[in-house]
């Protein structure tokens, strides 16, 4: 999946405005049926269902029974509709805060961090459209600080610096992203082609099985048959491997090991 976007790619001022809530212009009359809840949020379903290339101004004003030009008024372009996209789905994916003053020996991070990267998968799941979005330049609403602040107060008991907890953020969210882009991935080649997975390995087994018997590849041809089989989560056993990993420096920082 290719980047296709950038966040902060439009007027930056002006989408901080619109996330705070400091920049819906009042208008006088009765309140108009089109609100900029109602763009964000058919803007996001447009994009969950057909992807973030299918959303225009053009679109969004046909599938809201609003003229063009009436989309304008509440939002200036493209480019700040997706920082307020991006804002608005970034809010689902914490979770419950755990007990910032529990100790460090508590599992208390530890649920925060499984939480956490738990829920930003189902987020990958749900909105597949993230991965096509380069975030390096993430403009900072409500939905993305209050997620952060939900996650940072699980964490503050690991006894870490500042920037090591943000670099445990970090950490995570890559792991997350790049299991995210393998699955959403796999959900695309099969409605892409037609094939499913099956299907596929099954076309490529006679080649296989002589390769494999040759003695070539020795250690490749010890493997189980289930090796590669769909039932064994690698999610969870590689998410539990970087908290067992974490564990090890909490230990070190706070004396416990």
């Known amino acids: 999946m290719a980047t296709t976007e950038s966040s902060g790619g439009g007027d930056v001022s002006r989408s901080m405005e619109l996330l705070w809530g400091t920049g819906e212009r009042a208008t006088r009359g009765p309140k108009p049926?089109?609100?900029?809840?109602r763009i964000v949020t058919a803007a996001v379903e447009l994009a969950d269902a057909e992807?973030?290339?299918?959303?225009?101004?053009?679109?969004?004003?046909?599938?809201?029974?609003?003229?063009?030009?009436?989309?304008?008024?509440?939002?200036?372009?493209r480019a700040e509709l997706?920082?307020?996209?991006?804002?608005?789905?970034?809010?689902?994916?914490?979770?419950?805060?755990?007990?910032?003053?529990?100790?460090?020996?508590?599992?208390?991070?530890?649920?925060?961090?499984?939480t956490a990267a738990r829920g930003e998968l189902a987020l990958y799941q749900a909105h597949p459209?993230?991965?096509s979005v380069n975030q390096t330049r993430p403009v900072l609403g409500p939905g993305a600080v209050g997620g952060m602040e939900t996650v940072l107060a699980g964490l503050k008991g690991m006894g870490l610096s500042d920037p090591e907890l943000?670099?445990?953020?970090?950490?995570?969210?890559?792991?997350v992203s790049g299991v995210a882009r393998t699955q959403v991935h796999a959900v695309e080649v099969q409605l892409a082609t037609g094939i499913t997975d099956e299907e596929f390995w099954k076309a490529q087994e006679p080649m296989l099985s002589a390769?494999?018997?040759s003695g070539r590849?020795?250690?490749?041809?010890?493997?189980?048959?289930?090796?590669?089989?769909?039932?064994?989560?690698?999610?969870?056993?590689?998410?539990?491997?970087?908290l067992d990993g974490l564990e090890v420096l909490v230990a070190q920082r706070t004396g416990g090991g």
């Open 33 to 37: 049926g089109l609100t900029l809840d």
């Open 51 to 77: 992807g973030l290339s299918a959303v225009s101004m053009r679109r969004l004003s046909t599938e809201l029974g609003a003229g063009t030009m009436s989309l304008y008024r509440h939002v200036p372009g």
């Open 129 to 131: 459209w993230l991965l």
């Open 217 to 242: 590849y020795p250690v490749m041809a010890t493997l189980s048959a289930d090796a590669f089989g769909p039932d064994f989560d690698h999610f969870e056993f590689g998410l539990q491997r970087l």
């Open 166 to 175: 943000i670099s445990v953020l970090v950490m995570v969210s890559g792991y």
């Open 211 to 213: 390769v494999m018997t």
């Open 82 to 114: 997706v920082d307020l996209m991006l804002d608005r789905v970034q809010g689902e994916s914490a979770g419950p805060a755990a007990d910032p003053d529990a100790s460090a020996a508590a599992p208390g991070w530890r649920k925060t961090v499984e």
